[in-house]
């Protein structure tokens, strides 16, 4: 998992009916009511190829944009530095959906001031529909949706559209999971010690699990509640290894069931309980309840 940087959005937007008195319980605002929020994307590797899933917001943003998101950006070349690769080497960049924030970074400044691909030799993964939709300019997303971070990325023959769930094969499958936008895609990875899975804006932080936590940004926020009621019982179920990109506290968590709602478990306490189980194990008693799974592969 690679770290893009952070923004800070509105905390009222992104609890939706919520009432502040129990958001800010969660999430605390600063003076103009926003929330701290960060930018992950997950590298993923198989021998074969480079997969990077989601670009972040890149760093094509001006005094006046940096202020209203509290933006604090890092460039997607820096981040791949810290994982010892360059922007060529990425072979194909998974897009979640098309939202600012996920897809900036996909677009970068040539040197000579224009636009060109972040990732010269990526092909660029969307769905038929989120691209359309991006494209619609209605009054309701168009701020979530910059043109720039896109179009040259199809101008350049580098987008591959897909309708509906597919399998980018390596045990990357995508799952359409709609309400956030019509078209949202997770994606899930398959592995020899389980799932991992990478529910972008379906469920943005670990604040937002329980289902009627729906972001006010989302389009359609019944058929979010309809995605979460798809896959987080499964991955609470199997153990799956869990991504939440919007949030700075908690990335990465698994799922555990309390009085019959759903909570994160922090892999930090996933470590602990591995920890414990070792210890049992030498003493010739352990509860295979107790047992994470492995992270990644």
């Known amino acids: 998992m690679l770290d893009t940087g952070t923004l800070w959005l509105d905390g009222g937007a992104m609890f939706g009916v919520v009432p502040r008195t129990l958001w800010e319980k969660e999430r605390r605002p600063d003076d103009r009511n926003r929330i701290l929020l960060g930018m992950h994307v997950l590298l993923l590797e198989d021998g074969r190829r480079r997969v990077l899933v989601d670009a972040g917001a890149g760093v094509r943003w001006d005094a006046k944009e940096r202020d209203r998101y509290r933006l604090e950006p890092r460039d997607p070349a820096a981040c791949l530095a810290d994982a010892g690769l360059r922007p060529d080497q990425i072979d194909v960049v998974v897009h979640t959906h098309l939202h600012f924030d996920h897809a900036g970074g996909s677009v970068g400044r040539a040197a000579g001031g224009g636009l060109e691909p972040a990732f010269p030799n990526a092909r660029h993964v969307v769905q038929r529909g989120e691209l ?149 194990e030498r003493k010739g008693s352990v509860d295979p309840g107790t047992l994470p799974r492995e992270v990644f592969p």
């Open 132 to 280: 359309a939709f991006a494209r619609s300019g209605n009054e309701r997303t168009r701020a979530s949706y910059r043109p720039d971070d896109f179009e040259p990325l199809a101008s350049a023959g580098m987008l591959q559209l897909l309708d509906g769930d597919a399998d980018l094969g390596g045990g990357l499958a995508l799952r359409v999971a709609p309400g956030h936008t019509p078209h949202m895609q997770v994606p899930v990875i398959a592995t020899g010690e389980g799932k991992v899975a990478f529910l972008a804006d379906l469920v943005p932080t670990t604040s937002h699990l329980p289902y009627p936590y729906v972001m006010g940004y989302d389009v359609e926020p019944l058929r979010t509640i309809e995605s979460r009621k798809r896959i987080l019982p499964e991955a609470a179920r199997d153990g799956w290894i869990l991504v939440f990109q919007h949030d700075v506290e908690t990335p990465v968590a698994t799922l555990r069931v309390a009085e019959g709602r759903l909570g994160a478990q922090p892999l930090g306490d996933l470590a602990a309980g591995e920890a414990s189980a070792r210890a049992a």
